[in-house]
């Protein structure tokens, strides 16, 4: 349940109830059934005391909702709110966002996330240069030929195990990969700690988390400590099998729309011989 102390946030929630109100279609809310019954309607849109009727709460406690009253407002109304209003997805959000609560529509608990062709496209116009899309959980959950080249093939993997922290504590040649594995290993689980904040009560987050506690000692005792860390660019070490030692800038990318996507990518830089390596792996 969120309380609306902030001002600013009050009222740009009343304004933007307003404008929405009087933007509703009356048929598409159920209220009438003719285009003569909208003709005849004094007023554009919906009346507050319809609103308030759809939505199953009192036209007082709407009213002051408009207004940009100090009062609290829960998501079970949010939703009720936007129903009756008929919002699409994005003003839905900017709804629950202006009331101070997570959108529904944000990734959340039993959500599936997959990459998109469109996504699957990006990843492989980056090669030579290897590069993935991960969930919250750290799922990866597209990859292309790079990465499979830099990190071993992800689509010989049962789908659960598709995880870079899972791989991080489980698969032992990502000791031998990572020449700083403790010093990375123990970033990554900051990383999803981080994360857990936007995951609570995710049945996928629980099982990520309840398996590495599991299958690692080490994870567990990390875990434990509460430790958060901030996703910031760097340069990775890796000592391949193939092609030797490589030094690789790393970032991370949000995906706007992607419902807690995000592209990692690792690149060389241009002319070294990092480079030239890379372009071998995938040859």
């Given amino acids: 349940m969120g309380n609306l102390k902030d001002e600013q946030s009050r009222r740009e929630l009343g304004d933007f109830l307003r404008s929405r109100r009087r933007k509703a279609d009356p048929k598409k809310s159920g209220l009438i059934n003719s285009g003569n019954e909208v003709s005849r309607r004094r007023i554009q849109g919906l009346r507050r005391e319809e609103v308030a009727q759809l939505s199953g709460v009192s036209l007082t406690w709407y009213t002051w909702l408009e207004q940009g009253r100090d009062i609290n407002v829960s998501r079970q109304v949010l939703g009720g709110i936007a129903r009756a209003l008929t919002l699409d997805a994005v003003e839905r959000s900017h709804l629950f966002r202006l009331a101070g609560e997570v959108p529904p529509d944000t990734a959340a608990a039993g959500d599936e996330q997959v990459a998109g062709p469109e996504m699957q496209t ?13 969930t919250r959980c750290f799922d990866v959950v597209a990859w292309n030929r790079a990465e499979a080249a830099l990190m071993g ?27 700083d594995w403790e010093r990375e290993a123990r970033w990554l689980v900051g990383l999803l700690r981080a994360e857990s904040a936007h995951e609570l009560g995710s049945p996928r987050f629980i099982e ?64 070294s011989e990092t480079a030239r390596r890379l372009s071998t792996l995938v040859d």
């Fill in 122 to 134: 990006f990843l492989d116009l980056l090669d030579p240069n290897p590069a993935y899309v991960i």
């Fill in 208 to 271: 990520v988390v309840s398996s590495l506690q599991k299958s690692s000692e080490l994870f567990s005792e990390w875990w434990t400590s509460h430790d958060v860390q901030a996703f910031a660019p760097s340069v990775r070490r890796f000592r391949h099998p193939v092609v030797g030692e490589l030094e690789l800038n790393y970032v991370k990318l949000s995906v706007e729309g992607g419902r807690g996507l995000s592209i990692v990518s690792h690149f060389a830089t241009p002319g």
């Fill in 153 to 179: 093939g992800f689509e010989h993997l049962p789908v659960h195990e598709r995880n870079a922290l899972w791989l991080m504590f489980n698969a032992p040649e990502a000791r031998d990969l990572l020449p």
